[in-house]
């Protein structure tokens, strides 16, 4: 079993960043991709960034692209993501997930999920 705690979240004004930390603790294998995910109330969950297990592939969803940094650093099992340029429409719970694959990620279908954190983007 994997355990994923996520922190760093918080309430910011529209142009401000954050960066969001996830944890892994259990079978914390370095060859799982990564990735974080989203829901603002009333909306499904969204792909939001996803990295594999050497950090030389990452993918980003259209929305936040040239906004958001995914990184890992698997020495702490700890994945980032670094938002900047933050929007209201990026009001959200944010997921850290984690998969055996990057295609896994990608496609939306994680091994493992954190308990979320709440960012909030105030205009």
């Known amino acids: 079993q994997v355990q994923l705690v996520e922190s760093g979240g918080g309430l910011v004004q529209a142009g401000g960043s954050l960066r969001l930390s996830c944890a892994a603790s259990?079978?914390?294998?370095?060859?799982?991709?990564k990735g974080w995910f989203r829901q603002a109330p009333g909306k499904e969950r969204e792909f939001v960034a996803a990295i594999n297990w050497s950090s030389d592939r990452t993918y980003y969803a259209d929305s936040v692209k040239g906004r958001f940094t995914i990184s890992r650093d698997n020495a702490k099992n700890t994945l980032y993501l670094q938002m900047n340029s933050l929007k209201p429409e990026d009001t959200a719970v944010y997921y850290c997930a984690n998969g055996l694959s990057f295609d896994q990620m990608v496609r939306g279908t994680p091994s493992y999920w954190g308990q979320g954190t709440q960012v909030t983007v105030s205009s």
């Open positions: 259990g079978r914390t294998l370095s060859t799982y991709a």
